[in-house]
């Protein structure tokens, strides 16, 4: 049976490692793990999700205090649209990541940014437009858009000088959301230079309703090569979710996609931005600890580990200091699931129903994880404690480059 590296992913007038490292929110797919996939030569994801918040962590920057004291007043009322982002901060946060990390850059691969439309801001239109830009003014190689059908995002970029050679692409999981963004953007004289097709086996948010067991990437995937060869179309297609071996990477190969998406194995690498504790979770956990539920305020399903302490979690709204779900009208879906909890029980205050997604992704609280999270533990030794081997993220790359007929090669003790 062939391996991964026997094919290669043609972007751009240039050939990659055909692998690709999903962007992981929020610092889940950190700069350092991003890096490590360019410089093997695939392509490597960061994520601009909270990216202020993400900039006072990792560069010393205040922008969340900022926010808080200039909003600190609101804090007790349940309507957030006061509560705006200052554009200036965000582009300077959003520089400060892309620029740390383009600037470290080795090897012949690329790194690119996930960038998710669910993220409204209190002002959707402005905050992803100054994202988007920002991105590309700080020289990364190219934009995922994900979490949305982005039909106006194209729009938002085309006066950039990089606008038509930055490689910019999208997420979709269906035939009918990628007819639409190209329907949506045909006048713009600008195809998406790839397509990732996640299916529903994939981590984070799903592009499904609770009926995703009903759905299967390689279908779906079909049904995208399909639509794109009867509209003579030529867009690479990189189908993302559930790909856990290098082999399973093969089998999309020789079926007509360009390159494969993978995250989940790489949540337990040392490169990854989950503490320690949490990547241990991901290796202990098995097939029933994983479940696919609605308390992400965005509406959209998310997969997770059900024990985690974002679930039935009992935070205030949060968003005078973040407030990254926001809609245009200043609402999360969480304030008023909050509201009911403590209507229901004052005393004890427990949300199930919704999780403040800003706060506990940022404590990393929430532990998304693709389905096949519970097989992380036959990737890497026991320890004689009980705890699982951590994984370099060069260890993971590499076993997906080069395993053929299923196999996974688990590390050497001293890696
Ligand atoms: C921990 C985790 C966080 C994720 N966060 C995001 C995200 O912020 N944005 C996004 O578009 N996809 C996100 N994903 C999806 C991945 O980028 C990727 O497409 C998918 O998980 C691939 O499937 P696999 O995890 O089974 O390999 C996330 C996945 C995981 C495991």
């Not at 360019?38 to 205040?62: C, E, F, Q, W």
């Not at 639509?227 to 990189?238: A, G, S």
């Not at 205030?316 to 200043?330: A, K, M, V």
Request: hydrophobic share 40%; aromatic share 8%.
């Amino acid at each position: 049976m062939k391996c991964l590296d026997d094919f290669r992913l043609q972007l751009g007038g240039r050939e990659y490692v055909p692998l690709m490292i999903g962007g992981m929110g929020v610092d889940i797919s950190t700069s350092d793990l991003a890096l490590e996939a360019a410089r093997l030569g695939g392509i490597g994801h960061i994520s601009d999700a909270m990216v202020p918040t993400v900039s006072d962590r990792r560069y010393k920057t205040r922008y969340v205090a900022a926010k808080m004291a200039k909003y600190k007043f609101n804090v007790g009322n349940d309507d957030k649209s006061i509560a705006q982002f200052d554009l200036g901060d965000l582009a300077e946060a959003q520089r400060l990541h892309v620029e740390y990390t383009m600037g470290r850059k080795q090897g012949d691969g690329l790194v690119f940014i996930n960038i998710m439309e669910k993220l409204g801001m209190n002002n959707p239109s402005a905050t992803l437009k100054v994202r988007l830009e920002a991105a590309l003014d700080n020289g990364i190689d190219g934009i995922s858009l994900s979490a949305g059908l982005h039909l106006g995002s194209f729009a938002l970029m085309q006066d950039h000088p990089r606008f038509r050679d930055a490689q910019l692409g999208i997420i979709v999981s269906s035939v009918r959301a990628l007819n639409l963004f190209l329907r949506k953007t045909k006048g713009l004289d600008r195809l998406p230079d790839f397509v990732v097709v996640e299916g529903p086996l994939a981590g984070g948010h799903l592009g499904f309703g609770l009926d995703w067991k009903k759905y299967d990437l390689a279908t779906i995937t079909a049904e995208v090569l399909a639509f794109l060869k009867e509209h003579d179309l030529t867009i690479p297609v990189i189908p993302a979710g559930g790909i856990f071996t290098g082999s399973d990477g093969v089998r999309f190969m020789e079926t007509g996609s360009a390159a494969v998406q993978v995250a989940t194995r790489f949540t337990v690498s040392h490169e990854c931005g989950l503490p320690k504790h949490v990547r241990q979770e991901y290796f202990k956990a098995s097939e029933e600890d994983v479940e696919v539920n609605l308390v992400s305020p965005t509406g959209y399903p998310m997969r997770m580990l059900k024990h985690c302490p974002a679930i039935g979690a009992h935070n205030r709204p949060n968003c005078e200091q973040f407030g990254y779900l926001l809609d245009r009208n200043g609402h999360c879906a969480y304030i008023d699931a909050y509201n009911r909890a403590v209507e229901k029980n004052p005393d004890d205050v427990h949300v199930y129903e919704k999780t403040c997604l800003c706060t506990q992704m940022r404590k990393f609280n929430c532990w998304t994880c693709g389905e096949y999270v519970y097989r992380l533990k036959d990737t890497t030794h026991q320890l004689a404690d009980g705890s699982y081997a951590e994984l370099s993220a060069e260890h993971i790359f590499e076993d997906y480059r080069l395993s053929r007929d299923d196999k996974i090669a688990l590390p050497d003790i001293t890696d």
